[in-house]
């Protein structure tokens, strides 16, 4: 961390926190400006978009394996193209708190990775079935630490059973057992990412109390 002295030495200035710094404040302007100076801002900022929705896609090119080299380039264009719209909606939200560029690269990284997830489920059937809990076992070192863990499992299980709502445990199973990403799993039920999280919170939350109620030490799933 530099200290002022050697700050001045070096000649830098930090950039106070919450407080755009001159470039990001040159990309604020300009994006707000008309004409042609605002369409050439959009042109240099959906490149930059663009690059990084490339290095996201190919990044998790092993989760869709069955895609070709074109619907790769055609899900970072999309991805790009998303992110730019989010971050003109979006612009009077930026504060400063890092560089413009890299506040606007996230939004061209989650649409680049929401979109490969979908893209990597797309016509693959989401399973919720809710009355399918596979007690997985996780063998301990000896005997004791077996029966231990199943005596765990067949609790879980149980508590899944019973003290879940169908919704939940539709929820529940689909997300940890199943690895449907979120949001995969909002799109195919019609809901949102912040409802399924809510409906995980209170099926996890109602887990660790059955098992507390139990005197069983665990992590819900």
Known sequence: MLTSRTQAESGSTPRAQGRPDDESREWLRRLRADGAEREEALGELHDLLLRAARFEVGRRRAAAPHLRGGDYDDLAHHSADDALVAILAKLDQYRGDSRFTTWAYKFALLEAAVKVRRRAWQGREVPLDAERWPLFAHPGS????????????????????????????????????????????????????????????????????????????????
Request: glycine content about 4%.
């Open 142 to 221: 000896t005997p004791a630490e077996e029966a231990e863990s199943d005596e765990l499992l067949q609790a879980v299980g149980e508590a899944i059973r019973c003290r879940l709502t169908p919704h939940q445990r539709k929820i529940l199973v689909a997300i940890t057992l199943d690895d449907v990403p979120i949001d995969v799993l909002a799109e195919r039920l019609n809901t949102t990412r912040g409802a399924l999280y809510k409906t995980l919170h209170d099926a996890r939350r109602k887990l660790r109390h059955a098992l507390a109620e139990q005197g069983l030490e665990g992590s819900a799933p």
